[in-house]
Nanobody, 115 residues
């Protein structure tokens, strides 16, 4: 069973930065994409950023230009660099890895941005 372990969340002032990390407990075969989602209180979970295995990156319009997703295949890790954070970025952030057969989710890490 693969586990995704997230870290890097916390409390930051508006305009600050955080870097989230998500490490898989073992190598994952047949990855289609790796990404980050978030869910704010009372809202649906939404895509933040994603790296398809075919190349390129996808970002939600609200984070484009501020967030950067990257991956280290050797470490089975995906990162989310978040700059110029805003209070509306406050949410639980979830790591997601999609393979041919299954979608894995992390347990979530809280990001709180104070104004």
């Amino acid at each position: 069973q693969v586990q995704l372990m997230e870290s890097g969340g916390g409390l930051v002032q508006a305009g600050g930065s955080l870097r989230l990390s998500c490490a898989a407990s073992r190598n994952i075969a047949s990855i289609n994409s790796m990404g980050w989602y978030r869910q704010a209180p009372g809202k649906q979970r939404e895509l933040v950023a994603r790296i398809p295995s075919g190349g390129g990156t996808n970002y939600a319009g609200s984070v484009k230009g501020r967030f950067t997703i990257s991956r280290d295949n050797a470490k089975n890790t995906v990162y989310l660099q978040m700059n110029s954070l805003k209070p509306e970025d406050t949410a639980v952030y979830y790591c997601n890895v999609v393979t041919t057969y299954i979608s894995y989710w992390g347990q979530g890490t809280q990001v709180t941005v104070s104004s």
